[in-house]
């Protein structure tokens, strides 16, 4: 969850109900200071259990309605990157929207409010990791506005995805969507590159 600063608003990233990520696989540690092994949990293995897809709601606190926000308006959320590939194992493609997860690196929701809580963006990211959007919430329609998508064949780069506000609500972020991670600015709808060239 993420409340607004001026306490209005309240962003809540959800999971279904009773969805479980797996069981996480244990590693080994032989070289510890007791001298014995020891065991580390680790993640949950890759193919083990598919990534559960959240969704996310906007709490208006001072009527406490609730509501969940469309993912409709993300660019590529309804297509299946990997439909050739299904295609030629005699598949069907995907049929709807492609989960996603706002989860960021793992240490908690990707939400950052304006300093005064007018605004607030999310980064998403497509279960399958082809995809990471970056978009507003307007809090007045309830709705997703987009604001840039870094896609790739691949999987995406997960190390370069910083983004907030500057004092004076311009939103920045770093994207690698040109070959290499650099910093953009977006203002009236319009990204603006701050940096340049082949180096991070």
């Not at 606190?61 to 030629?88: F, H, N, Q, W, Y």
């Amino acid at each position: 969850s993420a409340l607004s600063p001026d306490r209005r608003w309240l962003l809540l990233v959800t999971s279904p109900k009773g969805s479980e990520a797996g069981r996480a696989g244990k590693m080994p540690k032989y070289v510890t200071e007791s001298g014995y092994e020891e065991v580390e949990d680790t993640r949950t293995r890759v193919g083990r259990n598919l990534p559960v897809g959240q969704a996310l709601k906007l709490v208006d606190l001072a009527s406490g309605k609730v509501t969940e926000l469309a993912l409709d308006a993300l660019p590529g959320i309804s297509t299946d990157p990997l439909a050739a590939m299904r295609a030629a194992q005699k598949l069907d493609p995907l049929k709807g929207k492609r989960g996603v997860r706002m989860d960021g690196d793992g240490s908690g929701p990707a939400i950052r409010w304006t300093h005064d809580g007018r605004q607030a963006a999310v980064m998403l990211r497509a279960i399958d990791n082809k995809d990471r959007w970056l978009a507003t919430v307007d809090v007045g329609t309830a709705r997703l506005v987009p604001v840039q998508r870094l896609t790739d064949a691949a999987w995406i780069n997960w190390n370069f995805n910083d983004f907030g506000w500057r004092p004076d609500n311009t939103l920045w972020y770093l994207s690698e969507h040109e070959g290499y991670s650099h910093l953009y600015t977006v203002a009236g709808g319009k990204a603006t590159a701050w940096t340049r060239g082949n180096w991070e």
